[in-house]
């Protein structure tokens, strides 16, 4: 069983940048691609970022291209997430990810994931 708890959350004006960190506890999720979601108030929750197993590979969905970066360090069992130039519409609960499946990598669809954080929230002041 996997454990994911999220950290680097909180509020920024508009154009500041944070970064999220998700460390893996319970197993190794060095194999494992990861991923990152959020979910503002009323919304469905949506894909963010995804890397793979090794970092070599990540995607990032058009929203947030250019100012999310997504990486990871196996060594410490970290994913990141750095936001730079945030906007209002950034603000939600962003989630830390990570499947199992192979054929699951850089997924977008938060079916594909088997475990789950509990959230940090990340709030945008205009």
């Known amino acids: 069983q996997v454990q994911l708890v999220e950290s680097g959350g909180g509020l920024v004006q508009t154009g500041g940048s944070l970064r999220l960190s998700c460390v893996a506890s319970?197993?190794?999720?060095?194999?494992?691609?990861m991923g990152w979601f959020r979910q503002a108030p009323g919304k469905e929750r949506e894909f963010v970022s995804a890397?793979?197993?090794?970092?070599?590979?990540?995607y990032h969905a058009d929203s947030v291209k250019g100012r999310f970066t997504i990486s990871r360090d196996n060594a410490k069992n970290t994913v990141y997430l750095r936001m730079n130039s945030l906007k209002p519409e950034d603000a939600a609960v962003y989630y830390c990810?990570?499947?199992?499946?192979?054929?699951?990598?850089?997924?977008?669809?938060?079916?594909?994931?088997?475990?789950w954080g509990q959230g940090t929230q990340v709030t945008v002041s205009s």
């Open positions: 990810a990570a499947t199992r499946r192979p054929e699951s990598d850089l997924a977008l669809n938060p079916n594909e994931y088997d475990f």
């Open positions: 890397i793979d197993w090794s970092g070599g590979s990540t």
């Open positions: 319970g197993r190794t999720t060095s194999s494992y691609a």
